[in-house]
């Protein structure tokens, strides 16, 4: 009975101890647990925190496309025509041969200085160029047949007669019919020079140009419809092409008084003003030509305006929300790179001059620049 009551309490004892193990392995646990809670906690507000910046939206760049502006003022515009002009001689000789016959003396050729009343060129006219040319045949032929014959026969005698008189005839016709002297009417300088020594002639041909240095001028043309532009007296910007670093000045010497059937054109000469520099007959010149002067005026870049398909000019402004508005305007003159805008524009609106080929009316933009007045 002891043996039993001792087994009995040993089973209580195990009981005991098992129980009393569980119940420390279970607060061992609790405790575990209670102490995750707090960097349970603090991984659940991470995640919380993460999840919350994926959803907010990442700041945006500033909507829009990128465009440059320039403020509409008011400003006075000139409008220029650009002619060419030919560098001329107003006085010059065109130096032309008084006869049928062949030029026997020139003395002056290219870029060589003549006096008035100088003896330039000599023509041996046509009667007696025929007629001394046959005296001279004649001659040769007797010369030659003397030569061949017996000087005991009468023949040869004959012959030695007919060669002096064939001699005296020579010598008659040189004196009967001179050379004609081809005399220069003007001090000038040799601009031309169109046959040479020998060279057969006939009246009117022209042999020489001579033309007075101190009347160069520069002769250009313009149509009539631009005749109050041309007045005498107006003073013009010209640029040679011999000098193209060289900007000069002229002033309107002559207006001619008749306009071309065929061109409707109006011929005018223009003198260089305190020109230095060679000067040469044939020189070209651009000649700058106000026409049209327009004071208060709208005006904007010409890149800013564009072309339609249904040829109607428009162009962009930007408003105040920055939004492109298309506008179709009306153009008038011309003034270097600046457009006249007669009609479909306010001034100090903000027109766009740069980037304007991919706009679309009502799309948002974005200024780069400040806009900038236009210059007068």
Known sequence: MRKTRLIILSCEAKTIIRRGSATYN??????????????????????HACQQKEKSPEPRLAAGTPVRTQQVLRTTMTST?????????????EIQSPADGAIEILKARESQWVEKGEIIATINPLDRLSLVSEYRLKIQ?????????????????????ELETQRKNLEYAGEMYQTIPVVCPIQGMVTERYLDEGSQVSARDRILTVSDMSSLVIKAEINEKYLEAIQQGKTLALILNAYPADTLTGVIERVYPSVDAATRNILFDIRIKNFRKKLLPGMMASVILPVVKKENTLSVPEQAIMVSSKDKKFLFIV????????????????????????????????????????LQDGMKVTIQEPSKGISK
Request: hydrophobic share 40%.
């Open 81 to 93: 025509l650009e002619l060419t002009g030919t560098v001329q001689a107003n006085l010059f000789s």
């Open 26 to 47: 279970r607060n061992t646990r609790f405790r575990t647990i209670r102490n995750c809670f707090p960097l349970l906690g603090m991984v659940l507000l991470l995640m």
């Open 141 to 161: 032929h007797l010369e030659k047949q003397l030569g061949t014959t017996d000087q005991t026969t009468e023949d040869y005698n004959a012959l030695v007669q």
């Open 319 to 358: 408003d105040n929300n920055l939004t492109a508005r298309r506008r179709v305007v009306e153009t008038g003159i011309i003034s270097g790179n600046q457009t006249e805008i007669v009609k479909g524009l306010n001034e100090n609106e903000k027109v766009v001059v740069m980037g304007q080929e991919i």
